[in-house]
């Protein structure tokens, strides 16, 4: 089992920025969580240009996000912006 850590750094929406130390593995199941939140973003983004009314279900879906993963999907929102 790998117990290597290294250091990931998070900024939130506010532009402050949060270091978490973490194993590896964590630090591949956040990449990997990080990639499927970009895709489903790219996905509601299409849907909500076919369909307004999606928009409901996007937020819905945001309400079960924790404040870590909050932080994340404002990020991703304000780089899609640029």
Excluded: W
């Excluded at 850590?5 to 964590?26: D, H, N, Q, R, W």
């Excluded at 819905?60 to 924790?66: A, G, R, S, T, V």
């Amino acid at each position: 089992m790998d117990k290597s850590f290294v250091t990931i750094e998070y900024k939130t929406a506010s532009g402050s920025k949060i270091s978490v130390e973490v194993s590896t593995s964590v630090k591949e199941v956040l990449e990997e969580t990080d990639c499927k939140i970009r895709s489903q973003g790219r996905q509601d983004r299409r849907r909500l240009d076919n369909d307004p009314l999606h928009l409901k279900e996007v937020i819905e879906n945001l309400k079960h996000l924790n404040t870590v993963q909050l932080s994340h999907v404002a990020a991703i929102v304000k780089d899609m912006q640029k």
